[in-house]
C-alpha cells in the first residue's frame, strides 16, 4: 500500500490547525495561570488576546483548506468532519468567544460576575473540533494498492 496526498496544502492546515489547538486550548490556557506573578486579571487579558488571535488564525486554515478542496476537485466536494470543524468555528465566534471575552473584561474590572458554562462548553467544542479535524486530515490520504 502507498499513500496519496490529493491536496497538500489541506493537509498542512489540517494538521498546522491542530496543532495550533493543541498548543492553545488544551496547554496555553491554563498554563499560564500556573505562572509566578499571573493574577487572574493578567492572565486573562492575555488570554483574551491569544484567544483572538487563534480564532483568526483558524479562520484562515478553514478558508485554505476549502480553498484547496475547490482548485484540487474543480468543485465543492467537503467531508463532513470539515463541516462538523466549521460549525464550531462558527458557533466559537458568534457566541462563545464574544461571551467569554465580556466575563473576562467583568473579571478584569474587578465586577462580580456570575456562574456561566461558557467555559464548558467552549472546551467540549475545542474537544470535537480536534477530533472532527483529525479525522478530517486523515482522511485527506488516500491509500493505493502498488
Same mark, same amino acid.
Given at each position: 500500500m502507498k499513500s496519496k496526498v490529493e491536496q497538500p496544502v489541506a493537509v498542512i492546515?489540517?494538521?498546522?490547525?491542530?496543532?495550533f489547538i493543541c498548543? *492553545?486550548?488544551?496547554?496555553?490556557?491554563? =498554563?499560564?495561570?500556573?505562572?509566578?506573578?499571573v493574577t487572574l486579571p493578567i492572565g486573562l487579558g492575555i488570554g483574551r488576546l491569544v484567544f483572538a488571535a487563534l480564532n483568526k488564525v483558524e479562520w484562515v486554515f478553514a &478558508?485554505?483548506?476549502?480553498?484547496?478542496n475547490i482548485s484540487i476537485a474543480k468543485k465543492l466536494?467537503?467531508?463532513p468532519f470539515y463541516i462538523v470543524a466549521i460549525a464550531?468555528? *462558527? &458557533?466559537?465566534?458568534a457566541w462563545l468567544l464574544p461571551g467569554l471575552d465580556a466575563r473576562a473584561v467583568l473579571h478584569i474590572e474587578g465586577k462580580t460576575v456570575?456562574?456561566?458554562?461558557?467555559?464548558?462548553y467552549y472546551a467540549i467544542a475545542e474537544g470535537?473540533?480536534?477530533i472532527a479535524l483529525l479525522i478530517f486530515g486523515?482522511? =485527506?490520504f488516500k491509500l493505493e494498492k502498488v
Open positions: 492546515c489540517t494538521f498546522t490547525w491542530i496543532g498548543a *492553545i486550548s488544551f496547554m496555553e490556557a491554563w =498554563l499560564k495561570f500556573r505562572a509566578p506573578g &478558508v485554505a483548506i476549502l480553498i484547496s466536494n467537503i467531508n464550531i468555528l *462558527i &458557533v466559537q465566534t456570575p456562574h456561566s458554562y461558557l467555559h464548558l470535537i473540533k480536534f486523515t482522511k =485527506l
